[in-house]
């Protein structure tokens, strides 16, 4: 919160940027007529680039596999810790896990298999 500027009116007139989606934030922030918009991407795009991102590969160790992403998929329980913390998110979350249902301020592990 620190690093947004607000408008001589103290609100805000458009924010774009990728934060995880708060209601209760943005409503803080945001004025009452505010238009919510979300991007979604195909599931198997989202994992590509969270692959190159967060380089995946190496920290998984596939860099010699012909297809990392197959590799991964063939058993994703053998690569990835369930959830992790970081300095960014204080809240445990999954880099392969439904990223974007995360984003969309979905509680983790909703659609894991039980």
């Known amino acids: 919160m620190e690093d947004l500027i607000p ?6 007139n458009i924010l774009t940027d ?5 209601r209760r934030l943005t409503d803080h922030i945001m004025p ?6 979300t991007i979604l991407r195909h599931p198997l795009d989202q ?4 692959f190159n991102w967060f380089h995946l590969p ?6 010699h596999s012909h297809n990392p992403i ?11 810790d369930p959830y992790v913390t970081s300095r960014q998110h204080r809240d445990p979350f999954s ?7 995360f984003d969309l301020g979905f509680p983790m592990g909703l659609t894991d298999d039980k």
């Open 32 to 37: 009452a007529d505010t238009v919510y918009l």
């Open 47 to 50: 994992l590509k680039s969270v």
């Open 18 to 22: 990728h934060i995880v989606y708060d």
């Open 7 to 12: 408008s001589a009116s103290n609100t805000f």
């Open 95 to 101: 880099l392969t896990k439904n990223f974007m249902a």
């Open 70 to 80: 197959a590799t991964f998929l063939e058993d994703p329980e053998k690569y990835q």
């Open 58 to 63: 190496h920290e998984y160790q596939l860099e």
